[in-house]
Structure formats: C-alpha cells, structure tokens
C-alpha cells in the first residue's frame, strides 16, 4: 500500500517554513526522507527508525509517529536549494529487506 | 565517493526494439533495485536483488521484461520488444540489508531515460 504526501505541492518565499507529511495504513519499520531535483536521481535525506528520535541536518528535520504511522518533514527557513519534489519511502518490516514503497512525492518550489 | 552508475543516459529506440540497461550498484553493497518512474505513476519498483539472487520481480511485466545481475558488479534490465508505454526514467539502486537491524538506505543511479516511439 503506498503511503499518501500532504500537501501534493507547495510554494514557498525563501525564508519561510513547510512541512511535508507522509502516512501509511500499515504499521511501519521505517521511514526514508528523499528530495528530488529535476532531471536528477532521488538522493537520500534521511531515515526514521521505529524507536527513535527526531533526526535533522541543518534545517532539515523529521519525526516519526509510530501510533499514527506517520512521518513529518520540517523545513525551516526554506532556501532556493530546497526546491524539487521529496518523497517518503516506507518499510514495513523489521527484516531489513530494503524494499521501500514510496509516496506519490511533493513538489516544493521556493522562490526569491 | 563511491556512487551507482548506470548506462545508457539516454536511450531512444523504436517499438518493438531490444533495450538493455546496466547498472553498476556500489562495491559492496548486497541488494540491488530497478525502479520505473513517470509522472503518472510515480517510483515504481519493478524488482529486486539480494546477492545477486532475485528477491522480488512483481512489479514487472513478466511478458517483455526480464532483470539479472550476471555478477556482483552489473545489472541489467532488458525490455524486448519494447513499446511506446515503456517510456520513461528506470533508476538502479544499491544499499546494504538483511545483515540485521539497519540504517541503511538506498542509494540512487542517474537513471536512464527511456523513449520508445
């Protein structure tokens, strides 16, 4: 079951804030956090493990809700360099696969 | 800074043509993935490896697509004939999993963009 992104896209001025949010009707291992660029390959963000804490770089962050089975990505302070369409990836199970099912993606553009 | 690599960039063929697509995963890493992308669909995974063992292939059309992974260091995805639907950007990955709990991840190719007129 693929997880559902809210909002499916979002403009922003640089300097403000967003957050992205990824669901799952199925109770979640894990969650992966991937941005996007146009013509680009999906690169790597993030991971949320079941258990733990709210992870962040810079002025990226995320968190987990294991009981909603949902995950938020906050951007704080938006740069241009944020724009392009993250997606989440979900893993349902604790035997580390590494398959990942993944949203439909949100398109951020921010602007000057 | 070890990355996966892919060929073709750019494939343009016309329908009913043989396309092959190879993807070097990173050393060492045990799992590979193939994923089909287009705007209507999304990412879709299409199938995948673990030591070079496939895993899991149901997510591709069984009837014109067929993956492998001759060696540790190649991949390749095959579609023949290919047909005009099949266009799109089809990704490679590599991580390492199945060794116990990770934090692990996935780790993208450039893709490679395929059209099929």
């Known amino acids: 079951q693929q997880p559902v992104q809210s909002p499916q896209a979002v403009i922003l001025r640089e300097g403000e804030d967003a957050v992205i949010n990824c669901s799952s009707s199925k109770a979640l291992y894990s969650v992966h956090w991937y941005r996007q660029k146009h013509g680009e390959a999906p690169v790597f963000l993030m991971i949320l493990l079941k258990g733990g804490e709210q992870k962040g770089h810079d002025k990226i962050s995320a968190s987990f809700n294991e009981k909603k089975q949902q995950s938020s990505l906050y951007l704080t302070a938006s740069q241009l360099s944020y724009s392009g369409t993250y997606f989440c990836g979900t893993e349902s199970s604790a035997s580390n696969t590494g398959k990942l099912i993944f949203g439909q993606g949100t398109t951020l553009q921010v602007k000057p | ?117």
Request: net charge neutral; aromatic share 10%.
């Open chain 2, 1 to 117: 800074d070890a990355r996966v690599t892919q060929t073709p960039r750019d494939k343009v063929t016309e329908m009913g043509q043989e396309v092959t697509m190879r993807c070097q995963p990173i050393l060492g890493h045990n799992t590979v993935f193939w994923y089909r992308q287009t705007m209507m669909q999304g990412l879709e995974l299409l199938a995948y490896f673990r030591n070079r063992a496939p895993l899991d292939d149901s997510g591709m059309p069984k009837d014109r697509f067929s993956a492998e992974m001759p060696d540790a260091t190649l991949a390749t995805l095959k579609i023949q004939p290919s047909e005009p639907r099949d266009s799109a950007v089809y990704f490679c990955a590599s991580g390492l999993f199945g060794q116990g709990p990770s934090t692990d991840t996935q780790y993208f190719g450039p893709g490679t963009r395929l059209t099929v007129l």
